[in-house]
Protein backbone atom coordinates (compact mmCIF):
# COMPACT_ATOMS: atom_id res chain seq x y z
CA UNK A 1 0.00 0.00 0.00
CA UNK A 2 1.00 3.69 -0.73
CA UNK A 3 1.32 6.18 1.66
CA UNK A 4 0.34 9.57 0.48
CA UNK A 5 3.20 11.77 -0.02
CA UNK A 6 2.30 15.64 0.80
CA UNK A 7 3.81 18.85 -1.59
CA UNK A 8 6.14 20.88 -0.38
CA UNK A 9 4.19 23.98 -0.67
CA UNK A 10 1.37 25.42 -1.05
CA UNK A 11 -2.16 24.23 0.37
CA UNK A 12 -3.57 20.28 -0.15
CA UNK A 13 -7.41 20.63 -0.89
CA UNK A 14 -9.43 17.98 0.46
CA UNK A 15 -12.69 16.59 -0.48
CA UNK A 16 -15.94 15.00 1.36
CA UNK A 17 -14.65 11.13 0.65
CA UNK A 18 -10.85 12.10 2.18
CA UNK A 19 -12.31 12.99 5.28
CA UNK A 20 -14.62 10.30 5.85
CA UNK A 21 -11.98 8.02 5.33
CA UNK A 22 -10.32 9.32 8.23
CA UNK A 23 -12.71 10.69 10.51
CA UNK A 24 -14.67 7.12 10.18
CA UNK A 25 -11.35 5.14 10.05
CA UNK A 26 -12.59 3.60 6.68
CA UNK A 27 -9.33 1.79 5.67
CA UNK A 28 -6.95 1.09 4.06
CA UNK A 29 -7.75 4.74 3.12
CA UNK A 30 -7.51 6.00 6.28
CA UNK A 31 -4.06 4.80 6.83
CA UNK A 32 -2.98 6.03 3.25
CA UNK A 33 -3.72 9.44 4.26
CA UNK A 34 -2.48 9.78 7.97
CA UNK A 35 0.52 11.77 6.98
CA UNK A 36 -2.26 14.55 5.94
CA UNK A 37 -3.90 14.78 9.00
CA UNK A 38 -0.83 14.54 11.14
CA UNK A 39 0.92 17.27 9.64
CA UNK A 40 -2.60 19.46 10.39
CA UNK A 41 -2.54 18.41 13.77
CA UNK A 42 0.93 19.74 14.02
CA UNK A 43 0.41 23.19 12.26
CA UNK A 44 3.20 21.53 9.08
CA UNK A 45 0.14 21.98 6.40
CA UNK A 46 -2.32 23.88 5.52
CA UNK A 47 -5.85 22.17 4.32
CA UNK A 48 -8.25 23.73 2.59
CA UNK A 49 -11.64 22.52 1.42
CA UNK A 50 -15.20 24.23 0.53
CA UNK A 51 -18.09 24.54 2.87
CA UNK A 52 -19.97 22.12 1.07
CA UNK A 53 -17.74 19.14 2.58
CA UNK A 54 -19.36 20.09 6.29
CA UNK A 55 -23.15 19.65 4.65
CA UNK A 56 -21.68 16.27 2.44
CA UNK A 57 -19.82 15.00 5.70
CA UNK A 58 -22.72 15.23 8.03
CA UNK A 59 -25.48 13.89 6.26
CA UNK A 60 -24.94 10.18 7.42
CA UNK A 61 -24.28 11.25 11.25
CA UNK A 62 -26.79 13.42 10.76
CA UNK A 63 -29.39 10.03 9.61
CA UNK A 64 -27.60 8.04 12.03
CA UNK A 65 -27.97 10.57 14.71
CA UNK A 66 -24.32 10.07 15.71
CA UNK A 67 -24.23 12.84 18.12
CA UNK A 68 -20.74 12.54 18.69
CA UNK A 69 -19.61 12.14 14.77
CA UNK A 70 -21.71 15.45 14.52
CA UNK A 71 -19.62 17.23 17.17
CA UNK A 72 -16.34 15.66 15.82
CA UNK A 73 -17.12 16.91 12.15
CA UNK A 74 -18.39 20.66 13.32
CA UNK A 75 -15.27 21.11 15.70
CA UNK A 76 -12.80 20.35 13.03
CA UNK A 77 -14.57 21.93 9.77
CA UNK A 78 -15.52 25.17 11.85
CA UNK A 79 -12.48 25.22 14.31
CA UNK A 80 -9.45 24.00 13.19
CA UNK A 81 -6.82 26.43 12.69
CA UNK A 82 -5.03 25.05 9.85
CA UNK A 83 -7.86 23.67 8.09
CA UNK A 84 -9.84 26.66 6.12
CA UNK A 85 -13.43 25.76 4.89
CA UNK A 86 -13.81 28.05 2.10
CA UNK A 87 -17.06 30.00 1.30
CA UNK A 88 -19.01 29.52 -1.62
CA UNK A 89 -18.77 32.77 -3.72
CA UNK A 90 -19.49 34.56 -6.66
CA UNK A 91 -16.34 33.75 -8.11
CA UNK A 92 -15.81 30.20 -7.13
CA UNK A 93 -19.58 29.73 -8.61
CA UNK A 94 -18.81 31.37 -12.36
CA UNK A 95 -15.48 29.30 -12.42
CA UNK A 96 -17.59 25.72 -11.23
CA UNK A 97 -19.95 27.04 -13.93
CA UNK A 98 -17.36 26.64 -16.91
CA UNK A 99 -15.79 23.60 -14.91
CA UNK A 100 -19.58 21.99 -15.19
CA UNK A 101 -19.33 22.90 -18.86
CA UNK A 102 -16.23 21.62 -19.70
CA UNK A 103 -16.03 18.44 -17.80
CA UNK A 104 -19.20 17.49 -17.39
CA UNK A 105 -18.88 17.25 -13.70
CA UNK A 106 -21.96 17.14 -10.78
CA UNK A 107 -22.46 20.84 -9.14
CA UNK A 108 -20.86 19.79 -6.11
CA UNK A 109 -18.07 18.27 -7.79
CA UNK A 110 -17.77 21.78 -10.07
CA UNK A 111 -18.20 23.16 -7.10
CA UNK A 112 -15.09 21.40 -5.38
CA UNK A 113 -12.48 21.86 -8.43
CA UNK A 114 -13.44 25.76 -8.41
CA UNK A 115 -12.49 26.10 -4.99
CA UNK A 116 -9.42 24.18 -5.20
CA UNK A 117 -8.23 25.88 -8.01
CA UNK A 118 -9.31 29.32 -6.35
CA UNK A 119 -7.31 28.39 -3.14
CA UNK A 120 -4.23 27.19 -5.57
CA UNK A 121 -3.98 23.94 -4.23
CA UNK A 122 -1.22 22.18 -4.67
CA UNK A 123 -2.87 18.91 -4.51
CA UNK A 124 -6.37 18.00 -4.66
CA UNK A 125 -7.26 14.66 -2.41
CA UNK A 126 -9.94 12.46 -3.67
CA UNK A 127 -11.06 9.02 -4.47
CA UNK A 128 -13.15 10.53 -7.42
CA UNK A 129 -11.36 10.33 -11.11
CA UNK A 130 -13.90 12.41 -12.50
CA UNK A 131 -11.61 15.24 -11.31
CA UNK A 132 -8.68 14.15 -13.50
CA UNK A 133 -10.83 15.89 -16.04
CA UNK A 134 -10.53 19.19 -14.67
CA UNK A 135 -7.40 21.07 -16.38
CA UNK A 136 -4.89 22.73 -13.43
CA UNK A 137 -6.28 20.32 -10.81
CA UNK A 138 -3.28 18.38 -9.57
CA UNK A 139 -5.63 15.25 -8.32
CA UNK A 140 -3.98 12.18 -6.11
CA UNK A 141 -6.65 9.40 -6.47
CA UNK A 142 -6.72 7.59 -3.22
CA UNK A 143 -7.54 4.18 -4.68
CA UNK A 144 -4.45 4.28 -7.18
CA UNK A 145 -2.67 5.38 -4.01
CA UNK A 146 -3.45 2.31 -1.54
CA UNK A 147 -3.89 -0.05 -4.35
CA UNK A 148 -0.89 1.30 -6.89
CA UNK A 149 -3.67 1.06 -9.72
CA UNK A 150 -2.70 3.31 -12.43
CA UNK A 151 -6.32 3.43 -14.20
Same mark, same amino acid.
Given at each position: ???? =? ?19 ? =? ?42 ? +? ?16 ? +? ?12 ? &? ?7 ? +? ?7 ? #? ?8 ? #? ?9 ? =?? &?????? &?? &?
Amino acid at each position: MGRL =ILPETGPVYVDSNSAIYWFEQ =IEPFASATAPLWEALQESRLHVVTSVLTLLEVLVKPLRDKDDFL +IAVYRKVFLETKDLESME +IVKEVLLLAAQIRA &DCRLKTPDA +IHAATALQA #GATMFLTNDR #GFLKVPGLKVV =IL &DQLVLG &DP &D
